[in-house]
């Protein structure tokens, strides 16, 4: 289990995330929403430490992290048993798909070359690539590329994976796929912390959704209570601007 505890984070005089606590189960998918704006992307990466927070506590499992004084030796711990996947892919561009999953497994699991081609070759089927292996990022679709991400992530084997607008540098015919690739994954009992602007596939894929505004945690629910007719008047709000941008309507 992941636990949080008065988690703050400012940037200059501003103050963006304001003493958020919460816990996530194991297995589950945690959605996190909210406004363009929200810094729903800071705190999955102060989750992982790639922001420091300035202030609170991360728990994973036994490991405990107070935030405002973390060593070096704690946040590597954390992200060993994190992993990210990140909006804009962060592909080696000269590195073939197989070779962009093997290098953190060596570099960072210490493996050997052929151990870590195992793992690599499994997790790129796993993901629907096997026929992709040498394929560099500039021969990829842009859904392809996500989903080595994705592979190079779960390869890691890690307690929790985060994952931060994994479509939102997709054209919309690659949505598909890689929201198809999380579904599986999920159904396979990872943990997960998503940030998504895509509130169907929340709906359908989360245990829980968080909606972060100003800094703040202002709902917390599971999606049938988030998206139904007695969710808060806010969260009903919300849905309404995210349906009205999109022309589509607004259905409980």
Same mark, same amino acid.
């Given at each position: 289990m992941i636990a949080v505890s008065e988690l703050r984070k400012s940037f200059g005089d501003r103050e963006i995330l304001r003493g958020l606590s919460f816990e996530l189960e194991p297995g589950t998918v945690t959605a996190i929403v909210g406004s363009s704006g929200a810094d729903k992307s800071t705190l999955l990466r102060c989750l992982d430490l790639l922001e420091r927070p300035d202030s609170g506590t991360i728990r994973l499992g036994?490991? &405990?992290?107070?935030?405002?004084?973390?060593?070096?030796?704690?946040?590597?711990?954390?992200? @060993?048993? $994190?992993?990210?996947?990140f909006?804009?892919?962060?592909?080696?561009?000269?590195?073939?798909a197989l070779e962009n999953? $093997?290098?953190?497994? @060596? +570099?960072?699991?210490g493996l050997d070359a052929a151990e870590a081609e195992r793992r690599a070759l499994a997790q790129l089927e796993r993901v629907g690539l096997a026929a992709h292996l040498d394929h560099y990022p500039a021969q990829l679709s842009g859904g392809q590329q996500q989903r080595v991400g994705i592979a190079r992530a779960l390869a890691m084997e890690p307690e929790v994976l985060l994952l931060d607008e994994p479509t939102?540098?997709? %054209?919309?015919?690659?949505?598909?796929? +890689?929201?198809?690739?999380?579904? @599986? +994954?999920?159904? %396979?009992?990872?943990?997960?912390?998503? +940030?998504?602007?895509?509130?169907?596939? &929340?709906r359908q894929v989360a245990q829980r959704v968080l909606f972060l505004e100003h800094g703040e945690i202002i709902d917390d629910a599971a999606p049938d209570e988030f998206f139904g007719p007695h969710a808060a008047e806010r969260t009903r709000a919300?849905?309404?601007?995210?349906?009205?941008? @999109?022309?589509?309507?607004?259905?409980?």
């Amino acid at each position: 289990m992941i636990a949080v505890s008065e988690l703050r984070k400012s940037f200059g005089d501003r103050e963006i995330l304001r003493g958020l606590s919460f816990e996530l189960e194991p297995g589950t998918v945690t959605a996190i929403v909210g406004s363009s704006g929200a810094d729903k992307s800071t705190l999955l990466r102060c989750l992982d430490l790639l922001e420091r927070p300035d202030s609170g506590t991360i728990r994973l499992g036994g490991l &405990v992290i107070d935030t405002a004084a973390v060593t070096r030796a704690e946040a590597l711990e954390l992200r @060993r048993r $994190t992993a990210m996947v990140f909006q804009q892919f962060h592909l080696f561009s000269r590195k073939t798909a197989l070779e962009n999953v $093997t290098e953190g497994l @060596r +570099v960072v699991r210490g493996l050997d070359a052929a151990e870590a081609e195992r793992r690599a070759l499994a997790q790129l089927e796993r993901v629907g690539l096997a026929a992709h292996l040498d394929h560099y990022p500039a021969q990829l679709s842009g859904g392809q590329q996500q989903r080595v991400g994705i592979a190079r992530a779960l390869a890691m084997e890690p307690e929790v994976l985060l994952l931060d607008e994994p479509t939102s540098a997709l %054209d919309p015919e690659l949505v598909g796929e +890689v929201l198809s690739t999380i579904r @599986r +994954v999920a159904a %396979d009992g990872q943990t997960m912390v998503l +940030v998504s602007h895509e509130m169907s596939f &929340v709906r359908q894929v989360a245990q829980r959704v968080l909606f972060l505004e100003h800094g703040e945690i202002i709902d917390d629910a599971a999606p049938d209570e988030f998206f139904g007719p007695h969710a808060a008047e806010r969260t009903r709000a919300f849905l309404r601007d995210y349906h009205l941008a @999109r022309g589509t309507d607004y259905q409980i």
